[in-house]
């Protein structure tokens, strides 16, 4: 379980919840953010008693809350630990690549349909936003900012499914390790690819963006187990 310093970020993460009802729904939401951001990072074991009085509430929320998570696949429980905060494999990796080269690039192509002149012009907006931050080394940022980017391409798809499929994505994309954008120079590369995407939504070619979307999450993902694969070696 957490130290007093990590009890004292997963305090902050349940103060910024809505005060009106600290149900089950609402500890499940603080715990969901507390390890895709790493409060509680891989490895950590959740023991309802010490989360409960943290957060201010019985043990029954708690309980209800970690069998959803466990569903998702952020925690499970193992033998002699309990509940544990799941570690992210070179596998899930690739699962979850596999996911975003279809649903992103279905929603580019979707996005080519439907873009207007303000929906182009606030990409651009974000993908200048990448490029400063890559620039400034800023890896947080320039990650940061890539992901509202690829969720603006799915607002502008306009297919409330798709975009929730995408925010989950991302939810596990902020837990992995071996970040690509740690690779100098990819930052650079990955809004120039971003460019093209945008190039090819405003020309209204669905079938370009797609293709062109595709290849952007399959370099990434590329990129990243070589990462891994580096880490490994």
């Keep these: 379980m957490p130290g007093n310093a990590r009890f004292a970020d997963l305090e902050a993460l349940w103060k910024k919840q809505p005060q009106l009802a600290k149900t089950a729904d609402v500890v499940y939401a603080t715990l969901r953010t507390a390890i895709s951001s790493g409060v509680l990072p891989e490895g950590e074991q959740l023991k309802e008693e010490p989360l409960a009085k943290a957060l201010g509430v019985s043990r029954t929320p708690v309980r209800e809350s970690l069998q959803r998570l466990a569903v998702e696949q952020f925690v499970l ?32 192509a979707l996005a080519a349909r439907k873009r207007t002149p303000v929906d182009v012009a606030r990409l651009r907006w974000l993908n200048a936003r990448m490029r400063e931050a890559a620039r400034s080394g800023d890896v947080a940022g320039v990650t940061q900012v890539n992901i509202e980017f690829h969720e603006a391409v799915c607002r502008i798809a306009d297919n409330s499914l798709l975009l ?15 970040n690509p954008f740690t690779i100098p120079g990819r930052p650079g590369q990955g809004a120039t690819e971003h460019d093209r ?9 669905h079938d370009l963006a797609e293709v062109l979307t595709r290849q952007h999450m399959q370099a990434s993902h590329a990129l990243r187990l070589r990462l891994l694969g580096d880490a490994a070696a």
């Design 197 to 205: 995407i945008i190039d090819a939504i405003e020309a209204g070619d």
């Design 77 to 108: 429980r193992v033998p002699s630990r309990g509940v544990v905060v799941c570690r992210i494999t070179s596998r899930q990796i690739t699962e979850f690549y596999m996911l975003r080269v279809a649903v992103d690039g279905i929603a580019s």
């Design 164 to 178: 929730s499929f995408v925010e989950q994505i991302h939810v596990w994309v902020r837990r992995a390790d071996y």
